[in-house]
């Protein structure tokens, strides 16, 4: 399984960004696992970003992203998406993908750990 994320780089802030993970895997049914976000700065660990549930139906953000960030998926496409505006320096981190099990609940959505494959991640840089 390969998880590829994309679509980072160098922004100024307040501006946007959209990051893109194509996901392929010969055994792997991207419909059947629910997706997320984590990203991590330097010198910190790992943090939830957004995650969104294995047919799009919910999605949940993490606090500071809530009205910025938004997560979305393209089944058709294995591909799984994350539209940031309003970019803040405190965003500055490399975004990871992850995907783990389509019955994941609620409350592990936000913990790495509940993820069963992830990305190599992409660098989203915010300057002042």
């Known amino acids: 399984v390969q998880l590829q994320a994309s679509g980072g780089g160098l922004v100024q802030a307040g501006g946007s960004l959209r990051l893109s993970c194509a996901v392929s895997g010969r055994s792997f049914s991207f419909r059947s696992y629910a997706m997320g976000w984590f990203r991590q700065a330097p010198g910190k660990e790992r943090e939830f970003v957004a995650s969104i549930s294995y047919n799009g139906g919910r999605a949940y953000n993490e606090d500071s992203a809530k009205g910025r960030f938004t997560i979305s998926r393209d089944n058709a496409n294995d591909t799984l998406y994350l539209q940031m505006i309003s970019l803040e320096i405190e965003d500055t981190a490399v975004y990871y993908c992850?995907?783990?099990?389509?019955?994941?609940?609620?409350?592990?959505?936000?913990?790495?750990?509940?993820?069963?494959?992830w990305g190599q991640g992409t660098l989203v840089t915010v300057s002042s």
């Open positions: 992850a995907a783990a099990p389509k019955r994941i609940i609620v409350s592990a959505i936000s913990t790495h750990t509940s993820y069963d494959y």
